[in-house]
Each structure stands twice: as C-alpha cells, then as structure tokens.
C-alpha cells in the first residue's frame, strides 16, 4: 500500500515532469509566434501572452494541472489519494490517444516533430505515470 510520503514523492515527480514538458512547449509557442509576428519576445513578453493571449491558451491544461497539484499538495487538507487519482486520469488524457483535447494533442504533436528533446521528456512522463488502470 503506497503511504502519503510515497504518494507525494510521486506528485512532485509528476509535477516535475510536466514543468519540463510545459517549457519546452513555452518555448515551441514563443518560437512560432516571433516567426509570425516578426517580433522577439522579452521573457516578461512571453509571461504576459501565455495568460492572455489565445495562441498560448493551449499551454493552459498543463499549467492549470500543476497549479492545481502545487496548491494541492501545499494543502495540508489535501486527501492525497484522491489528488493522485485525479491527476493521473489528467495527465493520462492529456497524453493518450483519445479525441479528448485533440487542440492540444493536435499542437503536441507539431512541437514534438521539430523538438527531439520534447518527444523524449513526454515519454518519461508517460513512462512514470504509467498506463490507466481500469475501474479505478
């Protein structure tokens, strides 16, 4: 039986992971919106449009999903089972092969063609949560 030290120990594992994934998809966005826009992005730039600007919302799942886990688990409150069951079944549907959020996975996958790099830290981050588990 996994105890709440191993449990957290696997969300901030988690939370880790997807932070990497979520940059390098930061950077992939910043990247293609100078090319269109003709225009190089201050860091501040890119903070600003990745909370307000629509080409960035996509980056949202993932951003909202480690906030979510960040609070969590600064949350003494927090029933750990239940916040790691969430967020695997999130981060399942983020990555698997299912039409849900297929923007996302659609733009996941034109990151992943020009970015080696990416293709490797979502299959370590695949590779850690594991497969979904039926009827749990």
């Known amino acids: ?3 709440p030290e191993n449990i957290k120990a696997d969300l901030t594992k988690i939370s880790q992971l997807l932070l990497r994934v979520h940059k390098s998809l930061l950077q992939f966005q910043k990247e293609k919106y100078e090319a269109q826009n003709e225009k190089t992005l201050s860091p501040y730039d890119v903070l600003h449009l990745s909370m307000s600007h629509q080409d960035f919302d996509w980056l949202k799942k993932i951003t909202s999903l480690v906030v979510r886990m960040d609070e969590s688990l600064d949350d003494e409150t ?3 089972v239940d916040l790691h069951r969430s967020v695997l079944t999130e981060v399942h549907s983020l990555f698997d092969e299912s039409d849900m959020y297929a923007d996302f996975k659609s733009k996941l996958m034109v ?3 020009r970015d080696p790099m990416l293709v490797v830290q979502v299959l370590e981050l695949k590779k850690f949560v594991g497969t979904p588990k039926l009827n749990s």
């Open 78 to 80: 927090t029933i750990l």
């Open 1 to 3: 039986m996994a105890t």
């Open 111 to 113: 990151a992943q063609s």
